[in-house]
């Protein structure tokens, strides 16, 4: 067989699980015989105890050059600190799409799961632009944030989902909203959305759900939904939703896409309740580097892959505990790397 070409991607372990599973994946990279060429930097937490910087110009430079990074969860300190660094990354490479796919690979509670969100991934609440009042002697009385979408985000984002569906043969996309109540910020997003879905018309079906009658139909019904098309804070919610649907959090991947830079990552975060137990699942991740092989054009190795994590699976029953099981990272990655051999 013939050497395909080197990638120069950057690789980031990330923090709490994140070097375990970062760990796990590049050995079942290697086994497949990918030809990513990795460029380690530190991000997040890892990064700030480092350096003093979550997002240190080494790290940027790298990504910037390569256009391409498999990333670990970042932590974020809740309520204070610095400003998380997954949301700044997205910001200052401009990964406007991301895009999360759910698929049952385990059958559980839910069979023949197979939907696609799209998650507008820089605007509305995300924009954080929030602040207090002070009442009386209170300096924190009143907690104000604002959200953003512009016409022009909506619109490149609705495209990116009606681009998808056109390309992978997906039937019909559901624009989520809240325009019943949140009636100028959501009420564009589905406004410029059905826009763009008229080009599409003949081609990709679409409806619009509210997001909480949409949160409800996906545990009744989840089979009726083929694509969701969200803004930024209801496809971070709906898409842990839908990580539920499949089996959890351990089997959800996604990949933040620009113009000239793709980030592919699991959905999941740090899990710092099992971090350092050697007994994190590195199935998102591993499924977030298929979706990144598909982006770079071997979608055979992809596939290769995703058979390979099935068979594990369902055929040798190698599972993490989340999962029922009783393997770890080290004997799952082990199982999944001899159906590669
Ligand atoms: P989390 O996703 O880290 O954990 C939620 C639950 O799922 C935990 O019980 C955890 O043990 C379990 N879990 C998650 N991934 C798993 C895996 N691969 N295998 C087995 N079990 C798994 O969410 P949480 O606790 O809300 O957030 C923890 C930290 O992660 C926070 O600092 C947050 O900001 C950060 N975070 C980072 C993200 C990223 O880098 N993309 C995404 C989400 C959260």
Request: aromatic share 6%; glycine share 10%.
């Amino acid at each position: 067989m013939t050497a395909l070409n080197p990638i120069p991607t950057t690789l980031i372990p990330g923090d709490g699980i994140g070097p375990e599973v970062v760990k796990a994946t590049v050995a079942v990279l290697e086994a497949l015989g990918a030809p990513f060429k990795w460029e380690t930097q530190l991000a997040g937490m890892a990064a700030f105890n480092a350096c003093g910087d979550p997002m240190p110009q080494p790290l940027l430079e790298s990504i910037r050059k390569n256009g391409l990074a498999l990333k670990g969860p970042l932590s974020t300190p809740i309520g204070e600190g610095f400003r998380s660094a997954n949301v700044r990354l997205r910001e200052t490479f401009g990964l406007y799409a991301n895009v999360r796919p759910a698929l049952t690979i385990v059958p559980g509670r839910f069979d023949k799961i197979d939907i696609v969100l799209i998650r507008e991934n820089l605007e509305g609440f995300y924009v954080a632009h929030e602040h207090y009042l002070p009442v009386g002697d209170d300096p924190r009385a009143v907690a104000l944030s604002s959200g953003a979408n512009t016409r022009v985000g909506i619109n490149r984002i609705a495209r990116y989902a009606f681009e998808y569906a056109v390309k992978h043969g997906r039937k019909k996309i559901t624009i989520v909203h809240k325009a019943n109540v949140l009636k100028v910020l959501t009420g564009l997003f589905l406004e410029e959305a059905r826009n763009v879905a008229r080009e599409y018309e003949g081609r990709v079906a679409v409806d619009d759900r509210i997001v909480d009658a949409c949160a409800m139909q996906l545990v009744l019904n989840p089979w009726q939904f083929d694509m969701l098309l969200c803004s930024n804070l209801f496809g971070d919610i709906l898409s842990d939703e839908l990580a539920g649907l499949v089996g959890g959090l351990g089997l959800a991947p996604g990949a933040n896409i620009g113009k000239d830079v793709a980030i592919f990552e699991a959905v999941h975060g740090t899990a710092p309740d099992i971090a350092g137990k050697g007994i994190a699942n590195p199935i998102s991740l591993l499924l977030a580097s298929g979706l990144m092989l598909d982006h770079v054009g071997h979608p055979e190795l992809a596939t290769r892959l995703r058979t390979a994590i099935d068979l594990t699976l369902n055929q040798d029953n190698v599972k993490t505990t989340d999962l029922g099981g009783k393997a770890t990272t080290t004997t799952f990655t082990e199982a999944l790397v001899k159906r590669l051999n």
